[in-house]
Nanobody, 123 residues
Framework: QVRLVESGGELVQAGGSLRLSCAASGQTFNNYVMGWFRQAPGKEREFVAAIIGSGRSTSYADSVKGRFTISRDNAKNTVYLHLNSLKPEDMAVYYC????????????????WGQGTQVTVSS
């Protein structure tokens, strides 16, 4: 069992930056691929970024490539998502997830989910 708790979401102006954090507890953190997903009102949950256990490989959705960066600190059992050059269309609830599939972009391939943190972008 892995428990995930996200934090860092807030109201930010378009063009601004945020850092989201996801603290994990439970089983060995570095055994898991960690992903970030987001869900806007009325839309399906969508993949944002993923990182393997060692942190050496990452994957991004095309819509955030070059603006967002995923990283992890295995000593702190924490994964981060750095959001830069935020746009109104980035506004959503952001979720972190833990799974075993290599850099998967599929919601159903993640086993554990946090409760989400709200990112609001004003134009």
């Amino acid at each position: 069992q892995v428990r995930l708790v996200e934090s860092g979401g807030e109201l930010v102006q378009a063009g601004g930056s945020l850092r989201l954090s996801c603290a994990a507890s439970g089983q060995t953190f570095n055994n898991y691929v960690m992903g970030w997903f987001r869900q806007a009102p009325g839309k399906e949950r969508e993949f944002v970024a993923a990182i393997i256990g060692s942190g050496r490989s990452t994957s991004y959705a095309d819509s955030v490539k070059g603006r967002f960066t995923i990283s992890r600190d295995n000593a702190k059992n924490t994964v981060y998502l750095h959001l830069n050059s935020l746009k109104p269309e980035d506004m959503a609830v952001y979720y972190c997830a833990a799974g075993r599939s290599w850099l998967s972009q599929r919601v159903h391939e993640y086993d554990y989910w946090g409760q989400g943190t709200q990112v609001t972008v004003s134009s």
